[in-house]
């Protein structure tokens, strides 16, 4: 079954450094989702990215963050200039269509 | 705003008791729901859903309803297996134009033999 791969799955960066999450969705698929959660928190919306350009984001996804899909199989998540309270979670997940997501199995930022 | 409220965790079950994972939503317009199920060291995995009002969905024995009336969609499983350990999140999705899944709070459940 095609999955979504996220690399590296346990991420440790100092504060203020710049940090880059790095999914591969499915091949197939048009849709990609950013989500994060914080540990004993809610999985949260980050931003969905749709043609080449953000779609959605939330009130999180600020100018700290931002997208890209470098290259047409990747789609990265770019925070700037890390903060203690971003360490978390984060999924990325892809879709055909905008109706079920496949998820991955999440990367774990730890900002020291 | 769109928000889902879930039973909270974590419940600890024997195996083949019944499972009932209470979740209720508010939202605006005609949501999709959704419960998530994550494995130890897994992604979130769509476990079932439904579109409508009515709407039974179900999946590996899971069921859920979705009940406008109550704004509710609570999971049921009849006879647990120590295999179901795992947290369970509801979700929606708010309706047309919008791609975003709003999350509960992930509800752990653990099946002992």
């Known amino acids: 079954e095609p999955e979504v791969t996220q690399t590296p799955s346990h991420q440790v960066t100092q504060m203020g450094q710049e940090v880059i999450l790095r999914c591969v969705p499915i091949s197939n698929h048009l849709y990609f989702y950013w989500y994060r959660q914080i540990l004993g928190q809610k999985v949260e919306f980050l931003v969905s990215?749709?043609?080449?350009?953000?779609?959605?984001k939330s009130e999180i996804f600020d100018d700290q963050f931002s997208v890209e899909r470098p290259d047409g199989s990747n789609f990265t998540l770019k925070i700037r200039s890390t903060k203690l309270e971003d360490s978390a979670m984060y999924f990325c997940a892809s879709s055909e269509e905008t109706r079920s997501y496949t998820f991955g199995s999440g990367t774990r930022l730890t900002v020291v | 705003g769109n928000s889902v409220t879930q039973m909270e965790g974590p419940v600890t079950l024997s195996e083949e008791a019944f499972l009932t994972i209470n979740c209720t939503y508010t939202?605006?317009?005609?949501?999709?729901l959704f419960w998530y199920v994550q494995y130890p060291g897994e992604g979130l995995q769509l476990l079932l859903k439904?579109?409508?009002?009515?709407d039974k969905g179900s999946n590996k024995g899971f069921e859920a309803t979705y009940r406008k009336e109550t704004t509710s969609f609570h999971l049921e499983k009849g006879s647990v297996q120590v295999s179901d350990s795992a947290v369970y999140f509801c979700?929606?999705?708010?309706?047309?134009?919008?791609?975003?899944?709003?999350f509960g709070k992930g509800t752990k459940l653990s099946v002992i033999p």
């Open positions: 990215f749709y043609n080449n350009e953000i779609s959605e």
């Open positions: 439904a579109t409508k009002a009515d």
């Open positions: 979700a929606l999705r708010a309706g047309a134009g919008s791609y975003q899944l709003t």
């Open positions: 939202a605006t317009g005609y949501p999709s």
